[in-house]
């Protein structure tokens, strides 16, 4: 595709399968307390044990925002001159883990869930991961679309 947008809204969507999968894996191990689609049933709907349609529409929810935050670090790297590009979407990924806390905070989920030192350290690796892998994946759709045309 030859748009900014929809490259990096791919990327952020693409990226986020494998973190997703990465996230549910360390619940699953008890590694953290909380994983993405939780935190997301928690916002939307109150609700700390989302049933199957509630589950769906999280990873749906969790997705495009996923593609958003994707869209907008492809403007912030070509905002910015492209040296250093996947330090500049580590750094990128880590401050939306921020931003993720930072609306913990507001809508005080770590009260209902009591969020720990390893989910917090568990998300700020996997934001910092999806980071990487979305300039990664933006990367890749930019060179192969040269090669259709």
Excluded: C
Excluded at 16 to 24: A, G, Q, R, S
Excluded at 122 to 136: C, E, K, R, T
């Amino acid at each position: 595709m030859k748009d900014r947008f929809m490259n990096g809204f791919l990327a952020g969507v693409v990226a986020n399968i494998p973190v997703f999968i990465l996230d549910f894996s360390a619940t699953l191990l008890k590694i953290d307390k909380l994983d993405f689609l939780h935190f997301v049933s928690i916002l939307a709907f109150g609700d700390l044990k989302p049933d199957l349609w509630e589950s769906i529409f999280s990873f749906f929810v969790q997705s495009m925002f996923a593609g958003i935050a994707g869209a907008i670090l492809n403007y912030f790297i070509k905002s910015v001159t492209e040296k250093y590009y996947y330090v500049k979407s580590l750094i990128f990924g880590a401050m939306l883990w921020f931003s993720i806390y930072s609306v913990d905070i507001f809508f005080k989920i770590e009260d209902r869930v009591g969020i720990d030192f390893k989910t917090a350290v568990v998300h700020y690796l996997l934001s910092i991961i999806w980071g990487i892998l979305a300039a990664w994946m933006i990367k890749w759709l930019e060179k192969n679309e040269f090669r259709k045309g």
